[in-house]
């Protein structure tokens, strides 16, 4: 399928699923859920842009999502611009991040490269809680408009706004996997020096890579506001948001730009229905038994697992 | 005819060790130049500095005119440097056509000129694979490869780019005769060509067959240039490899 068809066909897929959604289903709270799901879409496919394709492995989701959901908080205080203008202000923002992070860590490679993306994190959020305008270590209120643009209820609104991000991303992705630009990350990811010696501009593609990835991850924080009215440090650079966006890819599968949005969508429903049948705590629990579980049997992802039983059934 | 490559004074260090010290280096185009030095001379660290895999600390590098101290290792080889590895960095995650496609699509497209479709970079690759032997294997992983295949896999990668001149690291080391002569044959094919070769080797009955000139790095410095049967006798070139 070509990249545009497939901009087509997903975008049909994502308006079927919005229109089946919100015309079906009447409780509210499956909105409240799906929201988060699709921002996990979201964010774990904006961490295989780098992690999965490039190789670089990224802890600092936490500052990447923050630093979105902090611009809005911003652009809420100063202005009463619409959440959609807002999410582009958020990725504008932590994109430039992720540019940052890009050239100032372009000779670490490995662990050395994850550990300085924790420490981005962390440097952040002291950042943040140092500022008292966006409400310090304190946290902020942020009042939702009483009404919703268009029709529904606010969190139908930014449920739809998710699932359109979502659309966006994983097109985004799809269309840098099949490309010049997608071969030349994996070039990178299987060897920077033999990358480099076939021609491939190792530095650039990098910063490609930490720009588009970091933005895509600062979109999905931008509506965090307005989803949780009330927004504080420990909660919007939780180092769950890290955990989660690196597990997703993982049991979905690295390689392809289906693998994160399979992980996000059952991890991200298994955590959901533990939150409210179980308890809210066990979240991570899950998390790590099925990451030690992917990791010994699946290494490769569920699309990994698909792939390797095709290639048997063929043989 | 000025030459394609010329090296002036090149110098590098790695803290306290002498690497490379005051090489001057000219390569001619169309020549097949031997470089050969027992471990440790310096052979890999020159061509990492003349590929920009390394930086020199002095002296200079002038490829077909144009000075290229300084430029980044891509920007070298999309000039006409290429290099394969002393030991074969394939693309693990890539079948062997995406091996090549790589440099057509990053060096050969990104020249000045006519672009190659996506459907003539698929039978360029092919074409490629085909040289070395490899056309059967396209659709496969690297690590589906013997070790022979590897190194042709990685001479095939670096001649993708279309480079005029070639350094072969070491493609032999651990081979057997026959297969040192399939790559020396694969060699011989690109002189042909018209690709200028520098072959850097530890087996000196490959390397006197197929070069035309002989360069001898001891200790970081250049002892001997000149037609291999001289520089064979030359005593310093006795006294590093056989020992007083």
Not at chain 2, 123 to 134: F, N, Q
């Amino acid at each position: 399928m070509s990249a545009g068809k497939f901009w087509g066909v997903s975008f049909l897929a994502a308006a079927a699923l919005l229109v089946l959604t919100r015309g079906l289903i009447a409780n509210e709270y499956f909105f409240f859920a799906g929201y988060v799901v699709l921002q996990y879409i979201v964010l774990s496919t904006a961490w295989n842009i780098l992690g999965g394709y490039t190789g670089y492995t990224n802890f600092g989701v936490g500052a990447f999502f923050a630093v979105g959901a902090y611009s809005s908080v911003v652009l809420h205080k100063l202005t009463s611009l619409p959440v959609p203008v807002m999410i582009l202000v958020g990725g504008l923002m932590s994109g430039i991040l992720g540019f940052g992070m890009g050239y100032l860590t372009l000779r670490l490679k490995g662990v050395f490269f994850a550990i300085a993306t924790l420490a981005l994190a962390i440097v952040a959020q002291t950042l943040i809680v140092n500022w008292d305008y966006v409400g310090g270590s304190r946290g902020i209120y942020v009042i939702r408009p009483q009404q919703a643009p268009l029709y529904g209820s606010y969190i139908q609104y930014l449920y739809s706004l998710m699932l359109i991000l979502a659309w966006v991303s994983v097109a985004i992705a799809r269309t840098i996997e099949r490309s010049r630009l997608g071969l030349g990350f994996n070039a990178i990811r299987d060897d920077e020096l033999a990358a480099e010696a076939g021609g491939v501009p190792t530095l650039r593609l990098k910063l490609i890579s930490t720009t588009v990835s970091g933005g895509l991850m600062g979109m999905s924080g931008a509506p965090l506001p307005y989803y949780v009215t009330y927004l504080d440090p420990a909660s919007s650079f939780n180092l769950s948001y890290a955990v989660n966006s690196v597990a997703m890819p993982l049991i979905g599968g690295m390689t392809s730009w289906v693998g994160p949005v399979i992980g996000a969508v059952l991890l991200g429903t298994i955590q959901q229905l533990a939150t409210v049948t179980i308890s809210s705590a066990l979240n991570l629990l899950i998390v790590g038994l099925l990451l030690i579980a992917f990791v010994i049997i699946a290494p490769n992802g569920i699309v990994g697992l698909v792939r390797a039983r095709r290639r048997a059934r063929l043989r | 005819m000025p030459p394609l490559l010329e090296v002036g004074g090149l110098g590098k260090r790695f803290g306290g060790f002498v690497a490379l010290e005051g090489i001057d280096l000219a390569v001619d185009t169309g020549e097949r130049l031997g470089l050969i030095g027992p471990n440790g001379s310096g052979k890999s660290t020159l061509v990492n500095c003349l590929c920009g895999a390394l930086h020199h600390d002095t002296g200079n590098i002038t490829f077909d005119g144009r000075a290229i101290d300084g430029l980044p290792a891509y920007r070298r080889t999309r000039l006409g440097l290429a290099r394969s590895f002393q030991l074969p960095k394939p693309f693990r995650s890539l079948n062997l056509v995406d091996n090549l496609r790589i440099p057509l699509l990053y060096t050969v497209n990104a020249r000045p000129g006519a672009r190659l479709s996506d459907g003539a970079i698929g039978e360029r690759c092919l074409a490629l694979l085909d040289d070395v032997g490899l056309a059967d294997k396209a659709a496969r992983l690297p690590r589906d490869l013997t070790q022979v295949e590897m190194r042709k896999l990685e001479l095939a990668r670096a001649v993708a780019s279309a480079p005029r001149l070639l350094f072969a690291d070491e493609t032999m080391a651990g081979l057997s005769p026959s297969e040192v002569e399939e790559i020396l044959l694969v060699l011989t094919r690109l002189n042909e060509q018209g690709i200028t070769i520098v072959l850097i080797e530890h087996i000196m009955r490959a390397v006197m067959s197929f070069s035309t000139r002989l360069v001898v790095l001891v200790a970081g410095q250049k002892i001997a240039d000149g037609a291999p049967q001289e520089a064979m006798r030359n005593p310093e070139f006795e006294r590093a490899y056989l020992g007083e």
